[in-house]
């Protein structure tokens, strides 16, 4: 599928592609990695997010690499962004760019406490973030896809640029409890494909396989398998001879 850029004409687009071929996604989260280590970032537990307060630069680049939401306050010159669990576990674990405190003296102090924390506030976790940091490790922008009905939805560059390409829905190979409990009946595969089709965007199933081991530590997800596929819905048109 092509990227289909965003834009009211044809030059338009063309200027989208262009901006984006400029500032890759890559650059932008090494340069926002960079500017939270040298600032000493530090983000705080609030119940099912993590916040975080940030400076005029951190702003600009966190919205152009699409972690989190800003949120409205009435502070001058500090500025707060709201992130999912996900993207604050990505940024702390993997990108070593972002501390987090936990506000109170039993607060999670190190990865394994902050990942047994935030199991405990999202039991399936392990297998979200595992596909959550598997597509942004391909430079895929992931946002939430709940207004589609699926977990996440993936853009190939910002969301401002580009129109985003597949719905995700993440589940689980090793028992019958899978995060989300969809796709267990062809009602629901239709009902997903019938409805990304119609926003022209694919179905993306990831099938995370834990291969036996437990999932008490993060050093667990390099055990974790991934497998990719994609569902579409068949049209029978597509199909039919053409009458001459």
Known sequence: MAPRWKG???K???DAEAEALREPMSMIISQLQSSLVQS??????SDNCVHLAVQAEQLDLLDKSCFGRPVRTVEKDMYWFQLTLEEAFYLCYFLKC???????D????????LWRYFKSKKEAFPCFYKAYSHLRMKNWVVRSGAQYGVDFIIYRHHPARVHSEYGVLVLSHDNDDDPNGRLRVWSDVHCSTRLLGSVAKT?????????GHSDESPLCLANYTIEERTISRWSPEQC???SI
Not at 98 to 104: F, M, Q, R
Not at 106 to 113: A, K
């Open 40 to 45: 000493n970032t530090c983000g705080f537990l």
């Open 98 to 104: 972002l501390k987090i405190n936990g506000g109170a």
């Open 106 to 113: 039993t607060g999670p102090s190190n990865d394994e406490q």
């Open 240 to 242: 039919r001879e053409r």
């Open 8 to 10: 009211k004409d044809a």
């Open 203 to 211: 179905l993306l199933v990831l099938y995370i396989n834990k291969n």
């Open 12 to 14: 338009s687009k063309k």
